[in-house]
């Protein structure tokens, strides 16, 4: 099956080809110039930059792939979760180039596309290990730190086992770098101070709420990293600096892992994918793998450009959905927020997140 992807969800404007796991084209455009003197993304600007740029991206995937919309079989958007005047534009571009061609159109959650890229196979790079349902999926991006029991390539098989009660791993990086001056998104800043630096000199509490072992929380360290430079100021000499990040990349690092070995101990799985845009971290990647060969666990991590924000996965993900006859045009609605399924505690009802972004 021959499916076109659109995401739009955030900061990337993206589109790609797939044609089953293989991805014919994968084109992104990066806003991240446009919202960096802010520090963060601007909802605003980043839907009308999403407005510029939509067509071009489109043209681009499907010339790359050798295809026509003639020649695609479905059309998958994100329509879920995200800014809603981002997520907006892609759906609204969607819905007329699937009512033109005559073709099925169905909405996916980024999440689940997230969760499903490590399936993907890219022409140009070596092929990975293909993960096997069931597996604990760990998304660690800029909106989104959860844990993931999947079952199958489909939202209802996706059940949440825990996530962050504050900020996200990713929005933690970032505003992380904002405080210490360093540039936006902070995540590959600080990857790449941490690699030269020593993780035991500065700050020592890991985020570890004990009531919940899935659950996360990172506002409590990126409050440590701003005591830090209360008393200290922001570093001068960059020795001092590299420190410092290898000391939040190291908590932050080895809380996600933590974490995701305990959720497939307690799922009684035996792998765990990370996805997101924080699994293109370098320590994560390293550290991860034998982290969890230590404890009889496989860790798959998708390639590089399958971490970030990306078409492919979510051209991925909607594949499922059109293959089941799906079409949701005329009634697909666009949504902030996840509505993945959350585990029921014992005793207790569903479980609703105080934080859903
Ligand atoms: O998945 P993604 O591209 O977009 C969202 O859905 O949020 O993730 C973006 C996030 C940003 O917060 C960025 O700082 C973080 O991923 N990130 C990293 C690295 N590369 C990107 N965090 C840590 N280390 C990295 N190398
Ligand atoms: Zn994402």
């Known amino acids: 099956m021959i499916v076109l992807g659109i995401e739009t969800s955030c900061d990337e404007t993206a589109a790609a080809v797939i044609d089953g796991r293989r991805v014919l084209s994968d084109v992104v455009h990066s806003q991240v110039e446009l919202h960096a003197e802010y520090g963060g993304v601007v909802p605003e600007l980043a839907a009308r930059d999403h407005l510029t740029n939509i067509r071009p991206v489109i043209s681009q995937a499907l010339s790359l792939a050798g295809h026509t919309l003639a020649s695609i079989d479905a059309i998958a958007v994100t329509c879920r979760p995200g800014l809603s005047g981002a997520l907006l534009i892609g759906t609204q571009v969607a819905h007329a180039m699937a009512w033109s061609a005559n073709r099925p159109l169905v909405g996916v959650d980024h999440l689940v596309g997230h969760l499903l890229a490590p399936f993907l196979e890219f022409p140009s790079l070596p092929q990975q290990q293909e993960p096997r349902f069931p597996f604990i999926g760990l998304v660690a991006s800029g909106g989104h730190t959860a844990l993931y029991r999947v079952d199958g390539p489909d939202a209802a098989l996706i059940m949440e ?19 210490l001056g360093l540039g936006y998104p902070g995540g590959p800043i600080i990857d790449r101070l941490a690699q030269q630096g020593d993780p035991t000199q500065i700050l020592s509490k890991k985020p570890m709420p004990a009531a919940d072992p899935l659950e996360f929380s990172f506002s409590g360290l990126k409050t440590q990293v701003a005591r830090w430079v209360q008393s200290h100021g922001i570093p001068g000499d960059s020795a001092t600096l590299r420190n410092l990040c290898a000391a939040f990349q190291r908590c932050v690092v080895e809380t996600l892992l933590d974490k995701s070995v305990a959720a497939a101990q307690a799922q009684g799985l035996d792998a765990v994918v990370l996805c997101g845009g924080v699994s293109a971290n370098s320590e994560l990647r390293r550290r991860g793998q034998e982290y969890c060969a230590a404890q009889g666990i496989t860790l798959l991590v998708p390639h590089l450009r399958a971490c970030t924000d990306n078409a492919a996965m979510i051209a991925y993900a909607g594949s499922f959905m059109a293959q089941r006859g799906l079409d949701e045009r005329g009634r697909l609605a666009i949504s902030p927020r996840s509505i993945l399924p959350r585990l029921t505690k014992k005793g207790g009802g569903p479980r609703t997140s105080p934080h859903p972004r």
């Open 161 to 179: 086992l825990g996530a962050t009660r504050d900020d996200a791993a990713g929005e933690a990086y970032d505003k992380v770098a904002k405080l």
